[in-house]
């Protein structure tokens, strides 16, 4: 009797708990663009979510970056601005871009490991508390 109820409790919850975001979020093309002095490095990739459920990234961490924040980039009346994002939604089946003139990490007061030719850790936050641990490659203003 007990084993068929398992089996049926078992295929609830599958369908009521999505696996970790990690688990169906992929990340593509993670590179930071390396300014002259100190500037701030912005840091580009892609989101592609090839679940069955929405994700959310809540969050950046890196050792290489005295702060490291969700940006956007927008023109407004002509003009270009940049706000914090607190986070930033991949619908399922959907990919999401920062790329230059969007979304983006803003990395401030980089350290010394924010080199061009080089790579750094970063650390991709999700709402469901996953994280993923992804190498960017550190590249020049141009993008090479
Ligand atoms: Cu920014």
């Known amino acids: 009797m007990w084993p068929h109820s398992l ?3 078992a295929a609830v919850a599958g369908a009521i708990a999505p696996p970790p975001a990690t688990q169906f979020v992929a990340i593509g093309g993670p590179w930071f663009r390396s300014l002259p002095g100190h500037l701030p490095a912005g840091g580009y990739f892609e ?3 090839i679940g069955k459920w929405p994700a959310t990234l ?4 890196s050792d290489a970056c005295g702060m490291l924040m969700l940006h956007k980039s927008d023109q407004k009346n002509g003009m270009d601005t940049m ?6 939604d991949i ?3 959907q990919t999401v871009k920062f790329a230059p003139g969007g979304y983006h990490l803003m990395c401030t007061d980089p350290g010394p490991t924010m ?4 790579s750094v850790p970063v650390t991709l936050k999700f709402s469901d508390g996953s994280a ?3 190498t960017f490659a ?3 203003a141009t993008g090479q």
Do not use: F
Not at 58 to 61: F, S, T
Not at 83 to 88: E, K, L, N, R
Not at 115 to 118: P, Q, S, V
């Open 83 to 88: 706000s914090d994002v607190t986070s930033v």
């Open 132 to 134: 993923a641990h992804v």
């Open 138 to 140: 550190v590249k020049s």
């Open 7 to 9: 089996v049926i409790l």
């Open 115 to 118: 080199k061009i030719g080089g």
């Open 47 to 49: 989101l592609h979510n």
């Open 58 to 61: 809540v969050g950046a961490d």
């Open 91 to 93: 619908p399922a089946g």
